[in-house]
């Protein structure tokens, strides 16, 4: 639970720009009118610096270091609680093999995001949030606000 907890909360505060850049380049042609916002890289931080500052490139930063810990917390406990269990019901002792190691990382997966998903779909709508009202948003989080209005405007599909 600690590993994952603090590996991802420091990889998430060094990486949080890098995601952003790809988010960017990846949303920018669905989610505004202008044709190819960002073509490359360099647009991305051209754009983003000139536009917001370097404070931009941290956008996404504080779902992130909500959600990482959160996902990893929940995967790295649930893969090791797996292995023995599907082990133990395949071999009806603890051997572990590629089998064993697959099926264990697949439901430590799932678990872990049907329950972080709705704050990964956060983070992206904050991460794009100067692409859509060409302003920046307040530094509060109301996650649990944010996740019911998607919720009512969207139902489950939309988390």
Known sequence: FMSGFLGSFASIIVCSPIDLIKVRLQTAHTITSKKNLYSNIYEVLK???????????????????????IFYSIYFPVYEYS????????????????????LSA??????????????????????????????????????????????????IKGL
């Open 47 to 69: 754009i983003t610096f000139s536009k917001e500052g370097f404070s931009g490139f941290l956008n996404g930063l504080k779902m992130g270091v909500i959600t990482s810990p």
């Open 83 to 102: 292995k023995r269990l599907y082990a133990n019901k395949i071999y009806a002792k603890e051997e572990f093999n590629s089998l064993i190691f697959t």
């Open 106 to 155: 697949s439901t430590a997966a799932i678990s872990a995001n049907l329950v972080t998903t709705p704050l990964w779909v956060l983070r992206v709508r904050h991460q794009t949030e100067y692409m859509i009202s060409n302003t920046k948003k307040s530094n509060s989080i109301n996650f649990l606000g944010e996740l019911n209005s998607i919720y009512k405007a969207n139902g």
